[in-house]
């Protein structure tokens, strides 16, 4: 079992920066990818980016790539979501998952543990 717990949202302006954090605990001995995804009340889930247990590979949605950047600390068992020039239809909650595979999916539905979500709101 992995634990997982979401900090860093916030309310910001467009064109502001924000950082992620998501703390992982529990197995975490093990080889585990993690992933970002977010959700907008009434749409469906969507996937931000991923990273490998090594951190050397890493996958970005069309809509972040290039403005958000993933990475991970092994030693501290988290995982970052560095966001740049923030726009206001990047306002979701933002949801940690992480599962026990060498891949980087963009489907939610493979990933087995999931945080309880952080709330990124930008103004315009």
């Known amino acids: 079992q992995v634990q997982l717990v979401e900090s860093g949202g916030g309310l910001v302006k467009a064109g502001d920066s924000l950082r992620l954090s998501c703390a992982a605990s529990?197995?975490?001995?093990?080889?585990?990818?993690m992933g970002w995804f977010r959700q907008v009340p009434g749409k469906e889930q969507e996937f931000v980016a991923a990273?490998?247990?090594?951190?050397?590979?890493?996958r970005y949605s069309d809509s972040t790539k290039g403005r958000f950047f993933i990475s991970r600390d092994n030693a501290k068992n988290t995982v970052y979501l560095q966001m740049n020039s923030l726009k206001p239809e990047d306002t979701a909650v933002y949801y940690c998952?992480?599962?026990?595979?060498?891949?980087?999916?963009?489907?939610?539905?493979?990933?087995?543990?999931w945080g309880q979500g952080t709330q990124v709101t930008v103004s315009s």
């Open positions: 998952a992480a599962d026990y595979r060498s891949t980087t999916p963009a489907m939610a539905i493979a990933y087995a543990y």
């Open positions: 529990g197995r975490t001995a093990n080889r585990i990818a």
């Open positions: 990273i490998s247990w090594s951190g050397g590979s890493t």
